[in-house]
Protein backbone atom coordinates (compact mmCIF):
# COMPACT_ATOMS: atom_id res chain seq x y z
CA UNK A 1 0.00 0.00 0.00
CA UNK A 2 2.89 2.50 0.79
CA UNK A 3 4.42 1.95 -2.21
CA UNK A 4 0.88 2.54 -4.28
CA UNK A 5 0.49 5.47 -2.53
CA UNK A 6 4.12 7.12 -3.69
CA UNK A 7 2.91 5.93 -7.12
CA UNK A 8 -0.19 8.02 -7.19
CA UNK A 9 0.85 10.63 -5.81
CA UNK A 10 3.76 10.84 -7.95
CA UNK A 11 1.84 10.01 -11.67
CA UNK A 12 -0.39 12.89 -10.42
CA UNK A 13 1.39 15.37 -9.34
CA UNK A 14 3.48 15.35 -12.93
CA UNK A 15 0.19 14.95 -14.44
CA UNK A 16 -1.41 18.58 -13.92
CA UNK A 17 -0.10 22.34 -14.18
CA UNK A 18 0.24 24.70 -11.15
CA UNK A 19 1.33 24.42 -7.64
CA UNK A 20 -1.43 26.21 -5.96
CA UNK A 21 -1.65 24.69 -2.18
CA UNK A 22 -4.62 25.32 -0.35
CA UNK A 23 -3.13 24.96 3.02
CA UNK A 24 -0.44 27.64 2.85
CA UNK A 25 -2.60 30.62 3.98
CA UNK A 26 -3.33 28.54 6.86
CA UNK A 27 -0.03 27.94 7.32
CA UNK A 28 1.54 31.79 7.81
CA UNK A 29 -1.03 31.91 10.20
CA UNK A 30 -0.38 29.04 12.31
CA UNK A 31 3.28 30.00 11.91
CA UNK A 32 2.65 33.85 12.93
CA UNK A 33 0.33 32.54 15.68
CA UNK A 34 3.23 30.20 17.46
CA UNK A 35 6.89 31.50 16.00
CA UNK A 36 7.22 34.57 18.57
CA UNK A 37 10.75 35.54 19.65
CA UNK A 38 9.73 35.94 23.53
CA UNK A 39 8.96 32.11 23.46
CA UNK A 40 12.39 31.04 22.23
CA UNK A 41 13.27 29.23 19.12
CA UNK A 42 12.86 25.83 20.45
CA UNK A 43 9.76 25.92 21.85
CA UNK A 44 8.46 27.84 18.93
CA UNK A 45 9.56 25.44 16.67
CA UNK A 46 7.72 22.28 18.47
CA UNK A 47 4.55 24.30 18.77
CA UNK A 48 4.77 24.61 14.63
CA UNK A 49 5.69 21.27 13.43
CA UNK A 50 6.62 18.86 15.80
CA UNK A 51 2.67 19.11 17.97
CA UNK A 52 0.98 18.89 14.60
CA UNK A 53 2.80 15.98 13.54
CA UNK A 54 2.74 14.32 17.15
CA UNK A 55 -1.26 14.64 16.90
CA UNK A 56 -1.27 13.56 13.25
CA UNK A 57 0.35 10.45 14.46
CA UNK A 58 -2.03 10.21 17.19
CA UNK A 59 -4.86 10.54 15.24
CA UNK A 60 -4.02 7.90 12.40
CA UNK A 61 -3.22 5.66 15.31
CA UNK A 62 -6.43 5.92 17.29
CA UNK A 63 -8.21 5.42 13.77
CA UNK A 64 -6.55 1.86 12.74
CA UNK A 65 -7.95 2.10 9.19
CA UNK A 66 -5.56 0.86 6.80
CA UNK A 67 -7.66 2.51 3.73
CA UNK A 68 -7.57 5.76 5.94
CA UNK A 69 -3.81 5.89 6.51
CA UNK A 70 -3.43 5.12 2.49
CA UNK A 71 -5.69 8.35 1.45
CA UNK A 72 -4.29 10.16 4.13
CA UNK A 73 -0.76 9.20 2.86
CA UNK A 74 -1.64 10.10 -0.85
CA UNK A 75 -2.62 13.46 0.14
CA UNK A 76 0.48 14.55 2.14
CA UNK A 77 2.42 12.82 -0.80
CA UNK A 78 0.70 15.04 -3.07
CA UNK A 79 1.01 18.18 -1.16
CA UNK A 80 4.98 17.51 -0.80
CA UNK A 81 5.67 16.73 -4.24
CA UNK A 82 3.83 19.36 -5.60
CA UNK A 83 1.62 19.92 -8.66
CA UNK A 84 3.52 20.62 -11.68
CA UNK A 85 6.53 18.84 -12.64
CA UNK A 86 9.53 20.41 -13.86
CA UNK A 87 10.08 19.83 -17.77
CA UNK A 88 6.97 21.22 -18.55
CA UNK A 89 9.12 24.52 -16.94
CA UNK A 90 12.61 23.85 -17.80
CA UNK A 91 10.83 24.29 -21.38
CA UNK A 92 9.05 27.84 -20.98
CA UNK A 93 12.39 28.36 -19.43
CA UNK A 94 14.44 27.40 -22.61
CA UNK A 95 12.09 29.18 -24.69
CA UNK A 96 12.20 32.51 -23.33
CA UNK A 97 15.96 32.47 -23.64
CA UNK A 98 15.86 31.55 -26.98
CA UNK A 99 13.41 34.86 -27.59
CA UNK A 100 15.73 36.93 -26.08
CA UNK A 101 13.26 37.66 -22.91
CA UNK A 102 16.19 37.78 -20.74
CA UNK A 103 13.97 39.60 -17.55
CA UNK A 104 11.00 36.78 -18.27
CA UNK A 105 13.31 33.58 -18.03
CA UNK A 106 14.87 34.85 -14.95
CA UNK A 107 11.80 35.32 -13.49
CA UNK A 108 10.34 31.88 -13.99
CA UNK A 109 13.35 30.50 -13.42
CA UNK A 110 13.06 32.15 -9.31
CA UNK A 111 9.87 31.95 -9.35
CA UNK A 112 9.74 27.88 -10.80
CA UNK A 113 12.96 26.21 -11.28
CA UNK A 114 14.20 27.25 -7.87
CA UNK A 115 16.80 29.75 -8.78
CA UNK A 116 18.86 32.01 -6.40
CA UNK A 117 17.70 35.44 -7.78
CA UNK A 118 19.46 37.57 -5.27
CA UNK A 119 22.94 35.81 -6.91
CA UNK A 120 21.71 36.48 -10.54
CA UNK A 121 20.98 39.06 -12.75
CA UNK A 122 18.59 38.28 -15.98
CA UNK A 123 21.02 37.72 -18.80
CA UNK A 124 24.03 36.47 -17.35
CA UNK A 125 26.45 34.10 -18.21
CA UNK A 126 26.08 31.55 -15.45
CA UNK A 127 22.07 31.80 -15.12
CA UNK A 128 21.59 28.27 -16.66
CA UNK A 129 24.33 26.76 -13.72
CA UNK A 130 21.77 28.60 -11.61
CA UNK A 131 18.86 27.00 -12.67
CA UNK A 132 20.84 23.34 -13.12
CA UNK A 133 21.23 24.04 -9.32
CA UNK A 134 17.91 25.27 -8.21
CA UNK A 135 16.05 22.30 -10.51
CA UNK A 136 18.54 19.93 -8.38
CA UNK A 137 17.61 20.73 -5.21
CA UNK A 138 13.48 21.38 -5.84
CA UNK A 139 13.74 17.44 -6.34
CA UNK A 140 15.74 17.13 -3.57
CA UNK A 141 13.59 18.83 -1.37
CA UNK A 142 10.05 17.58 -3.18
CA UNK A 143 11.02 14.23 -3.57
CA UNK A 144 14.16 12.32 -2.18
CA UNK A 145 13.58 14.35 1.06
CA UNK A 146 9.88 13.59 0.86
CA UNK A 147 10.05 9.76 -0.10
CA UNK A 148 12.95 9.06 2.32
CA UNK A 149 11.10 10.01 5.93
CA UNK A 150 7.73 8.41 4.03
CA UNK A 151 9.66 5.22 3.87
CA UNK A 152 11.12 5.90 7.62
CA UNK A 153 7.82 7.03 9.48
CA UNK A 154 5.14 7.43 6.95
CA UNK A 155 2.62 10.28 6.41
CA UNK A 156 3.32 11.77 9.71
CA UNK A 157 7.36 12.24 8.40
CA UNK A 158 5.91 13.46 5.29
CA UNK A 159 4.34 16.53 7.51
CA UNK A 160 7.21 16.66 9.42
CA UNK A 161 9.46 17.85 6.35
CA UNK A 162 6.49 19.77 4.79
CA UNK A 163 6.33 21.71 7.52
CA UNK A 164 10.03 22.55 7.56
CA UNK A 165 10.58 23.28 4.43
CA UNK A 166 8.03 25.21 4.18
CA UNK A 167 9.48 27.43 7.69
CA UNK A 168 12.35 27.77 5.49
CA UNK A 169 10.86 29.67 3.47
CA UNK A 170 10.44 32.78 5.56
CA UNK A 171 14.15 34.43 5.11
CA UNK A 172 14.30 35.70 8.98
CA UNK A 173 13.52 32.46 10.18
CA UNK A 174 15.73 31.48 13.55
CA UNK A 175 19.67 29.19 13.21
CA UNK A 176 17.20 26.66 15.29
CA UNK A 177 15.21 25.99 12.45
CA UNK A 178 18.30 25.30 10.21
CA UNK A 179 19.80 22.98 11.81
CA UNK A 180 16.85 21.03 12.35
CA UNK A 181 16.24 21.54 8.70
CA UNK A 182 20.28 20.10 8.35
CA UNK A 183 19.89 17.25 10.17
CA UNK A 184 16.56 16.28 8.20
CA UNK A 185 18.19 16.61 5.28
CA UNK A 186 21.63 15.09 5.50
CA UNK A 187 21.06 11.28 4.85
CA UNK A 188 18.73 12.21 2.03
CA UNK A 189 21.04 14.79 0.23
CA UNK A 190 23.79 12.43 0.47
CA UNK A 191 21.47 9.66 -0.57
CA UNK A 192 20.58 11.70 -3.56
CA UNK A 193 24.01 12.48 -4.76
CA UNK A 194 25.13 8.56 -4.02
CA UNK A 195 22.43 7.66 -6.84
CA UNK A 196 23.26 10.43 -9.08
CA UNK A 197 26.68 8.95 -8.94
CA UNK A 198 25.51 5.40 -9.95
CA UNK A 199 23.18 6.94 -12.75
CA UNK A 200 25.92 8.80 -14.16
CA UNK A 201 29.81 8.85 -14.02
CA UNK A 202 30.91 6.70 -11.25
CA UNK A 203 34.12 7.12 -11.56
CA UNK A 204 34.51 10.60 -11.60
CA UNK A 205 31.76 11.40 -9.60
CA UNK A 206 32.15 8.46 -6.24
CA UNK A 207 35.70 10.72 -4.62
CA UNK A 208 33.75 13.78 -4.63
CA UNK A 209 31.22 12.61 -2.98
CA UNK A 210 32.72 10.46 -1.09
CA UNK A 211 35.01 13.77 0.30
CA UNK A 212 31.54 15.57 0.66
CA UNK A 213 29.64 13.63 2.25
CA UNK A 214 31.87 13.55 5.51
CA UNK A 215 31.57 17.15 6.26
CA UNK A 216 28.47 16.77 8.42
CA UNK A 217 28.14 21.31 8.17
CA UNK A 218 28.52 20.99 4.29
CA UNK A 219 26.26 23.36 2.62
CA UNK A 220 23.52 20.77 0.83
CA UNK A 221 23.12 22.88 -1.98
CA UNK A 222 26.90 22.93 -2.48
CA UNK A 223 26.93 19.27 -1.64
CA UNK A 224 24.57 18.53 -4.57
CA UNK A 225 25.83 20.61 -7.19
CA UNK A 226 29.13 19.33 -6.89
CA UNK A 227 27.98 16.15 -6.76
CA UNK A 228 25.29 16.51 -9.56
CA UNK A 229 28.25 18.55 -11.58
CA UNK A 230 30.85 14.99 -11.06
CA UNK A 231 27.91 12.63 -12.29
CA UNK A 232 27.24 14.79 -15.47
CA UNK A 233 30.87 14.44 -16.62
CA UNK A 234 31.53 16.95 -19.49
CA UNK A 235 28.57 18.14 -20.97
CA UNK A 236 27.74 21.27 -23.56
CA UNK A 237 26.73 24.13 -22.17
CA UNK A 238 23.41 24.15 -24.63
CA UNK A 239 22.40 20.20 -23.52
CA UNK A 240 22.98 21.12 -20.18
CA UNK A 241 19.82 21.23 -18.07
CA UNK A 242 18.09 18.76 -20.47
CA UNK A 243 21.14 16.08 -18.98
CA UNK A 244 20.84 17.25 -15.86
CA UNK A 245 16.78 17.16 -15.81
CA UNK A 246 17.70 13.09 -17.68
CA UNK A 247 19.80 12.68 -14.69
CA UNK A 248 17.67 13.05 -11.66
CA UNK A 249 14.83 11.73 -13.43
CA UNK A 250 17.03 8.64 -13.57
CA UNK A 251 18.07 8.47 -10.14
CA UNK A 252 14.25 9.02 -9.44
CA UNK A 253 13.82 5.96 -10.56
CA UNK A 254 16.28 4.03 -9.46
CA UNK A 255 14.39 4.79 -6.03
CA UNK A 256 11.06 4.19 -7.24
CA UNK A 257 12.50 0.57 -8.17
CA UNK A 258 14.26 0.30 -4.70
CA UNK A 259 11.22 1.11 -2.75
CA UNK A 260 9.41 -1.47 -5.08
CA UNK A 261 11.62 -4.13 -4.14
CA UNK A 262 12.19 -3.38 -0.64
CA UNK A 263 8.63 -3.57 0.00
CA UNK A 264 8.18 -6.36 -1.80
CA UNK A 265 11.10 -8.75 -0.16
CA UNK A 266 9.56 -7.00 3.52
CA UNK A 267 6.37 -8.82 2.56
CA UNK A 268 7.83 -12.01 1.88
Excluded at 90 to 108: F, I, S
Excluded at 190 to 204: D, I, K, P, W, Y
Aim: contains cysteine.
Amino acid sequence: MDFLAVIIAYLISISFSGHANLFMHSIERWRALVMRPNWGAKVSFILFALLPVVLFSCLLIWADSGLLTFVVSVGVLLLAFKIGDQPDRLADYQQRVEQDDAQGAWQLAVDELGLEGQMYEPGDDGLDEGVQAGISYLYLERFFVTLFWFVAFGAPGVVLVWLVSTLMKDPTVDAFSHQVKQALYWIPVRMMAFTLALMGSFAHCFPVWLEQAKDFNRDDRVLLVTCLKSALGEVSKDDLLDETLSLIKRAQLSWLVALAALLIFSVS
